[in-house]
């Protein structure tokens, strides 16, 4: 079994900084790919960004430039620092961890709020 769990979120203003952590953990564990989603109050959950078990990263096009995933494999921790925040980045912040056996984990998820 794979526990995942979230830290980090919380409140900033807009245009400043936020750094998400999101660790899987379990006994004798093989993670593949671990992503960030996040889901604003009635929208559609949206991949943010992930970091698959070669290394590739995808990023989703709004938050290019602005947001960098990075990923702890000895640790199967995935972070995701968030910068020059804007109010629409508001939303819950999920972690995705899917296990070599194809078997996906999720979070609680975390808030993250950014204030105009």
């Known amino acids: 079994q794979v526990q995942v769990v979230e830290s980090g979120g919380g409140l900033v203003q807009a245009g400043g900084s936020l750094r998400v952590t999101c660790v899987a953990s379990?006994?004798?564990?093989?993670?593949?790919?671990m992503g960030w989603y996040r889901q604003a109050a009635g929208k559609e959950r949206e991949l943010v960004a992930g970091?698959?078990?070669?290394?590739?990263?995808y990023y989703s096009d709004s938050v290019k430039g602005r947001f960098t995933a990075v990923r702890d494999f000895a640790k199967n921790t995935l972070y995701l620092q968030m910068n020059s925040l804007k109010p629409e980045d508001t939303a819950v912040y999920s972690c995705?961890?899917?296990?070599?056996?194809?078997?996906?984990?999720w979070g609680q998820g975390i808030q993250v709020t950014v204030s105009s």
């Open positions: 970091i698959t078990s070669g290394g590739s990263t």
């Open positions: 379990g006994d004798a564990i093989c993670i593949s790919a």
């Open positions: 995705d961890a899917l296990a070599c056996d194809q078997n996906e984990y």
